[in-house]
C-alpha cells in the first residue's frame, strides 16, 4: 500500500516502538486487503478490556505496549471491563480478578485511552457520526454504526482498533470503500416482530444464514426503534461476520440476489436453539447495555415493588449518571435490583459469581455465556424479563 | 529413499523465515479458547488438532476465526516461547494477522496450491514470508531423508 514519508518514518521505529508496531500492524492488514493507503480515523472503540476474556496474555502484552510510550492520538474509548469498577466488591467479584482488571485499566489509562467500558458509544457519540470515518472493535456497535448512523468502520479487532487509536489511522478498504457497502443477500421477512427478543432472533437466524455477507432486510411492518435495531444488530454480528445491513420498509421488489424467506416458525426455531427451559434465580439485562429508555421501562415496571430474584441490569457510567438524575436508578435498586455499570454479563466473572443460569433479553449474551463459560440463558423479551424476576 | 521438494508461491503477510515439521489442519482455528498459551497445545474440543501441540511447528490451516482476542493468545505464546515458527493460511484475516505482527511470526497465504492438502502433518516446510514462498519436503522423517541426500 502507498504510505506517505511520514508514515514510513513511522514503520522504521523514527516516532518509537510503540508507534512502529502499530504501524506494522496495520500495514500488514492493509497489504492483506489491498488497500491503496491509510485513511485518518475520528475515534476508536477498543476491545478485549476485560481480563476474563484476555487474560494473562493481553494484560502481558497491554503492560508492555504501554510502556513504550504508546498513547492515543484520536478519540479512544473502550468495550465493557470484566466488572463494575468501583462496586465489584459489592457485586462478588473475585479479589484477584479485581486487581488483574485494575491493572488493564492502568495500562489503557496510561495510553491516554477513556475508560468509558461500553459497547454501545452511539447512545453518547450520537448522530454526529454520519459520514465519519471510524475503527471500532465492538461487533455490534459496528454494524449499528455502519448501518443506522451512517459512519464508516470495518469490524476491528482488539489490537487493530489499539493500533488505530495510537496512529489515528485505519487502511482503507472494506467498509470504509462505498462501493463495497452494498447488499449481496436479499432478506424478506414473513411475519410482524413484536419485540426487541423477535429483532435479535431475526438478527440471529440472518447472521446464521449469510456469514459475512451484506444482507438487505425487507418486510417489515414498521420501522424498529433504536433498542430494537440494538439488538438486531448485536445478534446478528454473532452468529455471524455481518459487517452492515440495509432495510427496507414493506416489500422488497429488487432481485438479482440470493433471497431468504425468514417466518414466525425460523423465530421459534431459533429461540428454541438458543434458549433453556429452566427457572433461574438471576435476570441480566444489558447486552448489549441498556439505553435510557430501556432504563424507563424497566424502572416503570418495577416501580414500588419487590423483586424477588436477583436482577442486574448493565449499562454505561455515563448512562447510569443520567438514569440517576432521572429517578431510574433509584427506582429500580429501591425495588432489589441493581444497576451495574462498566461491564455486562458477557465479559465478567459470572460463574464465580455464583451465576448458573440467567433470564435475558440478549441472544448474543445466550451465544456467548453458552460457549465460553457454559453458562444456559432463558430468553424473553425485557419487559417479560423484568414481570419474571418480580416473580 | 528419495524426498521430493516442492515450492509453492503465494503471498507473504508477515515478513521473516521459519522452517519446522508441519502441523495439518482442515478446520479453521481460533486461538481463543482453542489454544493454550503455556503449552502451546490446541484445546478446543473437537477440533481434529485437539491435544496436540503447535509450539515449534509450521502451523498450516485454512483461516483464523473466533475472536480478535486470539491475536493477544498469539502473543502470548511468544511470551512463553510456543509459537508455531511460522503460519500457512488457505486465506488469512486480521486476527491470524495480529497475532503474526504482534508475535512475530512469518506468516504466508494464497498459496498457488491449497496448501491444507498439498501439505501432511510431518512433512518439512521453509516459509519465507518476506516473497511469500514455501518449500515442502514430503515425508515424516524428512530430516534423515534429507541428511541421506546430501551423503
Known amino acids: ?391 | 529413499m528419495l524426498s521430493r521438494r516442492l515450492k509453492m508461491n503465494g503471498r507473504g503477510v508477515v515478513d521473516g523465515f521459519g522452517a519446522g515439521e508441519a502441523v495439518v489442519s482442515r478446520q479453521a482455528m481460533s486461538f481463543f479458547g482453542g489454544v493454550e498459551p503455556r503449552s502451546g497445545i490446541v484445546i478446543e474440543t473437537g477440533h481434529e488438532l485437539e491435544g496436540q501441540s503447535i509450539s515449534g511447528k509450521v502451523l498450516v490451516f485454512p483461516r483464523g476465526k473466533g475472536s480478535t482476542v486470539g491475536s493477544y493468545v498469539i502473543y502470548g505464546l511468544r511470551k512463553y516461547g510456543t509459537t508455531p515458527v511460522a503460519i500457512v493460511n488457505i486465506e488469512t484475516e486480521p486476527i491470524i494477522i495480529g497475532g503474526c505482527v504482534l508475535a512475530n511470526i512469518p506468516l504466508v497465504d494464497r498459496l498457488d496450491k491449497n496448501p491444507v492438502e498439498m501439505i501432511q502433518s510431518g512433512d518439512w516446510v521453509e516459509v519465507q514470508g518476506n516473497i511469500g514462498s514455501i518449500w515442502v519436503t514430503k515425508g515424516a522423517a524428512s530430516d534423515t531423508a534429507l541428511r541421506a541426500m546430501k551423503r
Open chain 1, 1 to 391: 500500500m502507498f504510505l506517505t514519508k511520514k508514515e514510513e518514518q513511522i514503520l522504521v521505529g523514527e516516532e518509537g516502538e510503540a508507534r512502529r508496531l502499530a504501524m506494522k500492524l496495520l500495514v500488514a492488514i492493509g497489504d492483506a486487503y489491498e488497500a491503496k493507503r491509510m485513511i485518518k480515523v475520528h475515534s476508536a472503540q477498543i476491545s478485549g478490556v476485560s481480563y476474563k476474556t484476555i487474560g494473562e496474555p493481553g494484560l502481558e502484552f497491554l503492560k508492555e505496549f504501554s510502556s513504550t510510550g504508546a498513547s492515543a492520538t484520536v478519540r479512544a474509548m473502550l468495550n465493557p471491563a470484566g466488572m463494575d469498577l468501583n462496586r465489584w466488591r459489592e457485586l462478588g467479584v473475585p479479589e484477584e480478578f479485581a486487581q488483574k482488571q485494575l491493572e488493564i485499566m492502568r495500562c489503557f489509562r496510561n495510553m491516554k485511552i477513556q475508560p468509558t467500558c461500553t459497547c454501545i458509544p452511539y447512545f453518547t457519540e450520537g448522530a454526529s457520526l454520519r459520514g465519519q470515518h471510524v475503527a471500532w472493535a465492538e461487533s455490534s456497535a459496528v454494524v449499528f454504526a455502519n448501518s443506522v448512523l451512517g459512519a464508516y468502520t470495518n469490524r476491528e479487532g482488539g489490537p487493530t482498533a489499539l493500533a488505530s487509536a495510537i496512529l489515528g489511522k485505519s487502511p482503507l478498504y472494506g467498509m470504509h470503500l462505498n462501493d463495497q457497502r452494498t447488499p449481496t443477500r436479499l432478506v424478506k421477512v414473513r411475519c410482524e416482530l413484536g419485540s426487541e427478543l423477535d429483532y435479535g432472533l431475526l438478527g440471529y437466524w440472518i447472521g446464521g444464514g449469510v456469514g459475512s455477507h451484506i444482507p438487505r432486510i425487507s418486510g417489515l411492518q414498521e420501522a424498529p426503534s433504536y433498542d430494537e435495531l440494538k439488538a438486531l444488530c448485536a445478534s446478528m454480528a454473532v452468529s455471524g461476520s455481518i459487517p452492515m445491513f440495509f432495510m427496507k420498509k414493506g416489500a422488497d421488489r429488487r432481485e438479482g440476489h440470493e433471497v431468504m424467506h425468514v417466518d414466525r416458525e425460523e423465530l421459534l426455531k431459533t429461540h428454541r436453539a438458543l434458549s433453556s427451559e429452566r427457572e433461574f434465580e438471576h435476570v441480566c439485562l444489558g447486552c448489549p447495555h441498556l439505553g435510557l429508555k430501556e432504563l424507563r421501562l424497566i424502572a416503570r415496571v418495577v416501580s414500588g415493588r419487590k423483586a424477588m430474584k436477583k436482577l442486574w441490569c448493565f449499562t454505561s457510567r455515563h448512562l447510569r449518571g443520567i438514569a440517576e438524575q432521572q429517578g431510574y436508578v433509584g427506582t429500580i435498586e429501591q425495588a432489589g435490583g441493581k444497576v451495574v455499570c462498566d461491564t455486562c454479563m458477557v465479559v465478567s466473572p459470572i460463574r464465580e459469581m455464583g451465576v448458573n443460569g440467567i433470564v435475558t433479553n440478549s441472544c448474543k449474551a445466550a451465544h456467548y455465556l453458552r460457549s465460553l463459560n457454559r453458562v444456559e440463558s432463558r430468553l424473553a423479551s425485557l419487559e417479560e424479563c423484568v414481570r419474571y424476576a418480580l416473580a
